[in-house]
């Protein structure tokens, strides 16, 4: 495995206490702005400790290059777990503490990490807790990882040439927030994305309301900084926090943290599944790792109409046919 940055140089922050608009920027073009472990964990703790400064109000995450991201490193996460490190990392425990734990045989390995990305602490749905106003930026591919903060933000705003979804429902059918974006999206458009496995265009996640505005590309920093100017010249920030509050009752209401439970117990279940005998592997099985997971999605990806492919480089054959 090659150098991995520090979490500090991957999750850059900023705040302006006279706008009391603080910024959070992915900062790894060169992978796309895949997010490590450290990198989750310290963007949990950015979000804590936003939610409680007093000079912050409105929180906005943007990406630096030409997309918000595309999820997870999963080759840092695939290798620690090689190594036994993986759960120490998640969990910030020191391997030289007396803490045992679980085998890689135990489903309580498994479960336990995937549980763990239904925490707020874990980084995966650490939105859920903010009690200001959190607004995404997004363009490009806003895949994996970055969809959930997508269906976790209170408002997105985006560029009219990105892409949503995750590569996960090709190669594994389930992830983390699914009960999140059914709720968000709408069970109907949401089963499309999970049965065909293929991307929405902003025009459509903006047509089922997913969306707060999409603008060209060059207009998308104006259009993000109106919406959070304008978001913290409303009211005080303590009725922003009980507006928060009612928010989350009634996101309770619907379920949202009992579906990162069920979630996390569909995930659990993988090794069960067993494969098609022509299909794509059902789980992050051995055969797809040797493979390599980009060139598994890869491959994959080339199965389906170009126009439901997941890379934008795939997808402009369409284009060119």
């Not at 450290?38 to 995450?61: C, E, H, M, P, W």
């Not at 749905?125 to 990882?145: A, H, M, T």
């Not at 920030?237 to 009980?242: G, L, R």
């Not at 067993?274 to 099985?285: F, H, K, M, N, Y």
Request: proline share 5%; with cysteine; net charge negative.
């Amino acid at each position: 495995m090659t150098d991995i940055p520090a979490p500090e140089e991957i999750i850059l922050y900023e705040k302006d206490p006279s706008t009391r608009i603080a910024t959070i920027t992915l900062n790894r073009p060169d992978h796309l702005n895949s997010v490590t472990i450290g990198a989750r964990r310290r963007y949990a703790d950015l979000i804590f400790k936003a939610s409680i400064d007093d000079d912050v109000k409105v929180l906005v995450v943007r990406g630096v290059g030409d997309h918000l991201g595309t999820g997870a490193d999963l080759d840092e996460l695939m290798a620690k777990q090689r190594a036994g490190t993986a759960l120490h990392e998640e969990f910030g425990i020191d391997p030289d503490d007396d803490v045992t734990m679980p085998g890689p045989r135990a489903y309580r390995a498994g479960a336990s990490l995937v549980q763990w990305y239904g925490n707020v602490r874990g980084g995966c749905r650490s939105l859920q807790d903010f009690k200001k106003i959190s607004i995404l930026e997004v363009k490009g591919y806003c895949y994996g990882w970055h969809f959930y903060q997508a269906g976790d933000a209170d408002l997105v705003i985006s560029s009219d040439d990105a892409l949503f979804g995750h590569p996960a429902f090709r190669y594994v059918g389930y992830a983390p927030r699914m009960w999140q974006w059914a709720t968000m999206m709408g069970i109907r458009k949401f089963q499309e994305m999970v049965f065909t496995g293929r991307p929405f265009t902003a025009k459509e996640m903006d047509a089922i309301g997913f969306l707060n505005s999409v603008v060209p590309r060059d207009q998308l920093e104006a259009e993000t900084e109106k919406y959070a100017l304008a978001c913290a010249q409303t009211r005080p920030t303590d009725t922003v926090f009980m507006q928060k509050t009612f928010f989350e009752i009634m996101k309770q209401q619907q379920g949202e943290y009992m579906g990162s439970l069920l979630s996390a117990w569909l995930e659990s279940m993988g090794p069960q599944l067993r494969s098609d005998e022509d299909g794509a592997p059902t789980r992050l099985g051995k055969e797809t790792m040797d493979a390599g997971l980009n060139n598994q999605v890869k491959d994959n990806d080339s199965r389906f109409p170009p126009e439901w492919r997941l890379s934008r480089s795939g997808r402009r054959e369409t284009e060119e046919e």
